[in-house]
C-alpha cells in the first residue's frame, strides 16, 4: 500500500538527502545544489498527497559559518524549485546550535521532529522519516517513526557503522539508494 493510502507524511533529512553535502558546510544559496532527483522526488511525494518536511540540523550558524537568513534563502529555493515540479513542502525546521549547545532540537533529540508534528497536526507514528545518518534514523526511531536510510551523503558510511554496531531499530531501517529511490519505493513507481 503506498505511503498516501495510509496517511503517511515525510520528514526528510536536508544535507545528504536533498542537497550535496560538504565536510565543510554548505554556506551560501550557490552552494546548495541539490542531488539529481530529489526535487522531482519531493514534488512526486507532494503530487501523491503526501504531506512533506524537512528537519536539518544546522550547526554552521552556531558555529558563525553563515547566518540564518542564508539558511532562509537556501530554503526558498528548495522551495521554489519544488514548486517548480508541481509539488509543495510544507514546512521546514532547522536547529541552529552545536552540539555543545546541549539543546531538545538538534537530531539525534526529536525537537525539530515534534515541532513539525505540532505545525502539520499529524502523529509522529505516522510519520517516514528519510535520512543519511545515525543522528536522523536515532531521531526517528525515538519519535516512532518509519525509518528509511539513503545511500547518499554519509548513507553508506552510516549503513556500514550501524552495521557492525547494530541498535535496537537497525533491522526495521528500509533502505535506499537516494530520495528519488525512497519516493519511488514508498508511492510504489511514480
Known amino acids: 500500500m503506498s505511503a498516501a493510502r495510509t496517511g503517511k507524511w515525510v520528514i526528510v533529512d536536508r544535507d545528504g538527502v536533498i542537497n550535496r553535502d560538504s565536510d565543510d558546510y554548505i554556506r551560501s544559496v550557490s552552494q546548495w545544489r541539490p542531488i539529481d532527483g530529489s526535487i522531482e522526488a519531493l514534488a512526486a511525494l507532494s503530487r501523491a498527497g503526501i504531506v512533506v518536511t524537512v528537519a536539518t540540523n544546522q550547526s554552521g550558524i552556531g558555529r558563525g559559518f553563515f547566518s ?3 539558511v532562509y534563502r537556501m530554503h526558498r529555493k528548495l522551495r521554489r524549485l519544488v514548486a517548480q515540479q508541481g509539488g509543495r ?5 532547522f536547529c541552529p546550535h ?3 549547545d546541549d539543546c531538545v532540537c538538534r537530531k539525534p533529540r526529536t ?3 515534534r515541532r513539525l508534528s505540532r505545525r ?3 502523529p509522529l507514528s505516522e510519520a ?3 535520512g543519511d545518518s545515525a543522528r536522523d534514523l536515532q531521531a526517528g526511531a525515538d519519535a516512532g517513526c518509519e525509518l528509511w536510510l539513503v545511500a547518499t551523503g554519509n548513507g553508506v558510511h552510516t549503513a ?3 552495521g557492525h554496531k547494530p541498535t535496537a531499530w537497525w533491522p526495521r531501517v528500509n533502505h535506499a539508494t537516494d530520495l528519488a529511490d525512497a519516493a519511488k ?3 510504489g513507481g511514480y
Open 68 to 70: 540564518r537568513d542564508t
Open 128 to 130: 517516514v522519516l528519510i
Open 120 to 122: 502539520v497536526e499529524r
Open 160 to 162: 556500514q557503522e550501524l
Open 98 to 100: 552545536t552540539p555543545d
Open 89 to 93: 513542502v510544507n514546512e521546514i525546521a
Open 111 to 113: 525537537g525539530l521532529l
Open 185 to 187: 519505493q514508498l508511492l
